[in-house]
């Protein structure tokens, strides 16, 4: 037997799954984790914390490949938690569907 919160999802995602595949919210936090990333990464190249890598950035890498790359960084973030809060939220509507169908044949 379900619980009436799990028929509530059912009933909402059998709604809203069309509309949260494409949904800019969720790609907006993935954003904020990419730009944490990469923000992190320059801050650790301005600290100097680790010298030859200091000096590979300075001497090999051109400061708009760096800036692509970054900008990269962020956008396959967002897309990437995007997809995976979608997969994982289909995931448990087809187990809970399942769950409910397994439970209607023993009854």
Known sequence: MLLEKEEKFILYWQENRLK????????????????????AIIIIIASGWYQ?????????LSALVFLIALVGIVVFMGWLYKN?????????YLELLAKKKKFEKQQ
């Open 20 to 39: 949260e595949k494409k949904s800019f919210k969720q790609y907006v936090k993935g954003l904020s984790v990419g730009l944490g990333i990469s923000l």
């Open 52 to 60: 030859r890598a200091n000096m590979v950035v300075n001497t090999k």
């Open 84 to 92: 995976y809060k979608w997969e994982m939220a289909e995931q448990q």
